[in-house]
Every structure is written in structure tokens, then in C-alpha cells.
């Protein structure tokens, strides 16, 4: 894989990554209730599943996975339901006016992992999307473990890092926001969001 080659990958990939869709939506939507750290272990989890789909899709899984349809179908709408559970929780939660104070939804590290994992894993067009993207630039005959190392850090960096600033910006935000109907409204935002990736993982 030429250096010409990876940077146009690269490009394309920050293209993707940078653009909003559930994965963007829940990181901020946890980051504007809960603070960065959650929203960073969601993101952690949304990194991971990109990995797994990277593999999977030049380890030629791609047909394996459609033949298993039924399966990433129903994965597909547990990811929804969860994210309604969690926009429901945002919704209801108490407003406070200590910031450090804690709501009544998750912010363990854990939790937030599996759901940004749960997320991907309903979110099958990923691996197709790799399993489309990388034929375009890489012969996966005679790719090395060098070139798949370097992919893998590629989106590590890439969709880890536009996770990570979207968590930050979101939680900085949200400082702003010290009344309790400056937090009531920040929970009704961000329960929306929530609602806004349950539909986008549903319906794509």
C-alpha cells in the first residue's frame, strides 16, 4: 500500500467519520448529561466494533454476514430499543444544580462500552461499508499484516479521535448550563438525540 493510497483512504474515512449519523449522535448525548468520560467510553466501544467490522471485512466475512441477516437484524433493533431506553432515562432525569451531581442513568465505563459496542454491532452497514471501500485500494490478496496493522491504527486514530473531540466539545458545552431549566433543557436534547440515533440504527 503506497502512501498515495493510504491518504486517500484516510481522506475518505475522516470523511466518514466527521459526518453525524447514531454513533455521533449518542457520544454527544451522553457527553452533554453525564460529562466526557462516558461519552468517551461509548466512543471506545463505537472504535471497537469499527475494528471487529475491519477485520471481518478483509478476512471476507461480508457474505457470511448477510447470509446471517436475521441475526444482525434483530442486534440491529436492540441497539434501537436500547438507545429509546436511554433517551427515556434523559428524558425523566432529575435536573440538578451541582454539576458534579449524579443522574439516574449509566456512567460506569463498562455499560457505556457495551452500548457504544451494542451500537456498531446493530450497525451492519459498517463492515459492508469497509467491505466496499477497501477492494477500491487495496489489493486484500496480498495484503500484509504490516498493511492491516497500519489500517487498524488508521481507524483507531481516525474515528477515535472525531469520537473523542465530539465527546470533549459536547462536554464542555454543557457547562454553560448550570440552572435547572438550562439543565432540564439540556436532558430534553439530548433524550431527543438519543431518539434520533434509536431511528437512524432502526431504519438503516
Known amino acids: 500500500m503506497t502512501p498515495g493510497v493510504f491518504l486517500t483512504l484516510a ?21 452533554i448529561t453525564d460529562g466526557a468520560r462516558p461519552a468517551l467510553a461509548i466512543a471506545a466501544g463505537i472504535v471497537t466494533g469499527d475494528l471487529i467490522f475491519l477485520a471481518l471485512a478483509v478476512a471476507g466475512m461480508t457474505t457470511a454476514a448477510k447470509s446471517l441477516g436475521e ?34 442513568h449509566e456512567s460506569h465505563f463498562w455499560p457505556n462500552y457495551g452500548a457504544g459496542l451494542l451500537l456498531m454491532f446493530g450497525h451492519v452497514q459498517a463492515m459492508l461499508f469497509y467491505a466496499a471501500l477497501l477492494p477500491g485500494f487495496v489489493d486484500l490478496s496480498s495484503l500484509t499484516g504490516r498493511d492491516l496493522a497500519i489500517l487498524a491504527l488508521m481507524v483507531f486514530v481516525i474515528f477515535g479521535g472525531t469520537g473523542a473531540a465530539y465527546a470533549i466539545l459536547a462536554a464542555r458545552a454543557r457547562r454553560f448550563f448550570a440552572d435547572e431549566r438550562a439543565q432540564r ?17 432502526a431504519t438503516r
Open 71 to 104: 441475526f444482525f437484524t434483530v442486534l440491529q433493533y436492540v441497539g434501537a430499543v436500547y438507545l429509546v431506553w436511554q433517551g427515556l432515562l434523559l428524558w425523566r432525569a432529575p435536573t440538578r444544580v451541582a454539576m458534579a451531581e449524579r443522574t439516574g
Open 11 to 31: 481522506t475518505t474515512v475522516a470523511v466518514v467519520a466527521v459526518t453525524p449519523g447514531p454513533a455521533a449522535t449518542a457520544i454527544v448525548a451522553r457527553a
Open 185 to 201: 433543557a439540556i436532558h430534553r436534547v439530548a433524550a431527543t438525540l438519543m431518539f434520533v440515533a434509536a431511528i437512524l440504527v
